[in-house]
């Protein structure tokens, strides 16, 4: 079941992906990147991994806004996708390419 599962938070994530270039473009998200999808083991659960571009106020800002928009995505995603059950969207802060962006930069300096 591995496999699946793997297939389907890929799909997932580049289905959020979309969602939020063409379908959310015009709202207040900033410069958002999904990095990632883990579904939970009885699908009723789905976190989405994002990296937003900007301080920490923007960042918390984004994610506020994303949370508050999941019902609208997973709607979104329900009509797009031939799933069964499409799982319950939470939108975290994924901080990895900030620090591998910090870690490089150190490097560099260093």
């Known amino acids: 079941m591995g496999g699946r599962m793997e297939r389907l938070e890929s799909l997932l994530t580049e289905e959020i992906s979309q969602v939020l270039l063409k379908d959310l473009s015009g709202s207040d998200l900033g410069l958002a990147t999904v990095t990632g999808v883990k579904i939970a083991r009885d699908l009723s659960q789905a976190t989405v991994y994002v990296s937003v571009l900007g301080d920490e106020a923007r960042r918390q800002q984004t994610i506020e806004s994303l949370q508050r928009s999941a019902g609208y995505i997973k709607g979104l995603l329900g009509k797009r996708l031939h799933l069964k059950r499409i799982p319950r969207l939470q939108f975290v802060?994924?901080?990895?390419l900030r620090q591998a962006d910090r870690i490089a930069r150190l490097?560099?300096?260093g």
């Open 93 to 96: 802060d994924d901080p990895s």
């Open 107 to 109: 490097l560099k300096d």
